[in-house]
C-alpha cells in the first residue's frame, strides 16, 4: 500500500531537548516519530492503537537547538490487526529553508478493545 508523504507534526526544539554534548537527545526524537506516526495511523482507524514496534531507528545526522524538525508520514500497510506507518525525520537548521533528513522509521501499532486486547482494524 502506497500513500504520499504527509506532514504530520513540526517542533521547534527547545534547551529541555538537549543531551550533554548540546545536541538534541535521541529519544525526544523517537518520542516525536511516534507521536506523528500515531498522528497518521488514527486517520486509517477509529480504533484505540498502541505501538508495539519501532523499527531500525538510525540517526544519520544531529540535530541541533534551534532546529525546526518536520516529522512526515506515510501509510505503509494495514494488516488485520496492525498499521505501519513511515515516519521521515528532516530539519531545518537556523538561518536556512533547506531541509535535511536526520533518520528516519517504520513503526506499528495493533488495534486494541477495552481490555488492552487485540481487536480488528476497520477502517
Known amino acids: ?22 545536541t ?18 488514527r486517520r486509517h482507524t477509529p480504533h484505540r ?5 519501532m523499527r531500525e531507528v538510525v540517526f544519520h545526522r544531529p540535530v541541533y537547538l534551534g532546529d525546526l524538525v518536520s516529522f512526515y508520514t506515510r501509510l505503509v500497510r ?6 505501519t506507518v513511515h ?3 528532516r530539519a531545518e537548521r537556523q538561518g536556512t529553508t533547506e531541509e535535511i533528513g536526520v533518520t528516519a522509521a517504520e513503526v ?6 477495552e481490555e488492552g486486547k487485540k481487536r480488528p482494524v476497520h477502517r
Not at 516525536?32 to 495511523?41: M, N, Q, T
Request: charged content about 15%; cysteine-free; proline content about 2%.
Open 108 to 113: 506499528v501499532y495493533v488495534a486494541v478493545d
Open 49 to 53: 492503537l498502541v505501538t508495539v514496534a
Open 87 to 89: 515516519v521521515d525525520v
Open 24 to 41: 538534541i537527545f535521541g529519544g525526544v526524537i523517537l518520542s516525536h516519530i511516534d507521536l506523528a506516526a500515531a498522528v497518521e495511523a
Open 1 to 22: 500500500m502506497k500513500t504520499e508523504q504527509s506532514l504530520a507534526i513540526r517542533v521547534l526544539l527547545l534547551p529541555k531537548d538537549t543531551n550533554a554534548l548540546g
Open 78 to 83: 494495514i494488516g488485520t490487526t496492525s498499521i
